[in-house]
């Protein structure tokens, strides 16, 4: 009979938090993570007395590292298409957080009798925080966006909060709230994108600009001439004017003293 194979701290730490996170703790036995790592349950003992001190190892040690398509942001052109830069981070953001979001999930079903808040994998308050390193990449793309005018003149840090936001809600609504996707992610990715770079938020276009001779310009130069003519013609053709201005003459020349006639 074969040595058994040897395992590692940490690789009992990586495997038992897949299996956490996929199952729950408790829907998850030693059995199962010693078959992920195809050990005997006695093997994963020697590292740590229960199951409870793996859960609480595995779901506090985990480090987030900031994954390689955020890194690759920070090096993106702002004068780059917006659709292909925003389209190409929200399809790889999605899967990341929703990882995130079902590993925090699994922690917090364990210790709910004993936390108020989402107990996550990381220190929030740091610096260093990835949530806070996501937002600053994010905000400095739409930074260098705005500068090349391809995103529409806007604060960079909102813009950061309201992009990322809104790729969230999808995981959290039907992940968390388990409502069924009213429409694929592909099709939320395609509208979101859109609503970046073609609609609300978009560059305005010369089209949106006012015209000339407009509201913006009556009164100024010769479009406001121009308007100021036609609103004359447009109030002389009024059904009724001319019949008015007869009345009004008759009325006057009634209040008019009639000169006295010549003694012949």
């Known amino acids: 009979m074969g040595r058994p194979p040897r395992i590692s701290h940490q690789q009992i730490l990586d495997s038992a938090r897949d299996v956490f996170?996929?199952?729950?703790?408790?829907?998850?036995?030693?059995?199962?993570?010693?078959?992920t790592l195809r050990v005997t349950p006695a093997a994963i003992l020697r590292h740590f007395p229960s199951k409870q001190d793996l859960f609480a190892a595995a779901m506090s040690a985990r480090s987030i590292e900031i994954p390689p398509f955020v890194a690759e942001l920070a090096h993106v052109d702002g004068a780059a298409d917006p659709r292909d830069v925003l389209r190409d981070f929200a399809e790889q953001f999605v899967p990341f957080i929703s990882t995130i979001i079902r590993s925090a999930i699994a922690v917090q079903m364990h210790l709910a009798a004993r936390q108020t808040t989402l107990v996550v994998p990381f220190d929030a308050h740091a610096e260093t925080a990835p949530p806070r390193r996501v937002l600053a990449v994010v905000g400095d793309y739409f930074r260098r966006a705005i500068d090349?005018?391809?995103?529409?003149?806007?604060?960079?840090?909102?813009?950061?909060?309201?992009?990322?936001?809104?790729?969230?809600?999808?995981v959290f609504?039907?992940?968390?709230?388990?409502?069924?996707?009213?429409?694929?992610?592909?099709?939320?990715?395609?509208?979101?994108?859109?609503?970046?770079?073609?609609?609300?938020?978009?560059?305005?276009?010369?089209?949106?600009?006012?015209?000339?001779?407009?509201?913006?310009?009556?009164?100024?130069?010769?479009?406001?001439?121009?308007?100021?003519?036609?609103?004359?013609?447009?109030?002389?053709?009024?059904?009724?004017?001319?019949?008015?201005?007869?009345?009004?003459?008759?009325?006057?020349?009634?209040?008019?003293?009639?000169?006295?006639?010549?003694?012949?």
């Open 21 to 35: 996170t996929a199952r729950g703790f408790a829907a998850t036995t030693l059995a199962d993570i010693a078959t």
């Open 148 to 170: 090349a005018r391809t995103i529409r003149r806007g604060d960079p840090r909102a813009y950061a909060l309201l992009f990322l936001g809104q790729l969230q809600s999808y």
């Open 173 to 264: 609504i039907h992940q968390i709230l388990a409502v069924t996707p009213a429409i694929s992610l592909e099709d939320y990715l395609d509208a979101l994108v859109d609503l970046w770079t073609g609609g609300a938020l978009a560059v305005k276009s010369k089209r949106s600009a006012p015209r000339r001779g407009g509201a913006g310009a009556a009164g100024r130069g010769r479009g406001g001439a121009v308007v100021r003519a036609k609103a004359t013609r447009a109030e002389a053709a009024r059904p009724g004017r001319n019949a008015r201005s007869a009345n009004s003459q008759r009325r006057l020349a009634r209040r008019r003293p009639r000169q006295p006639r010549p003694r012949g």
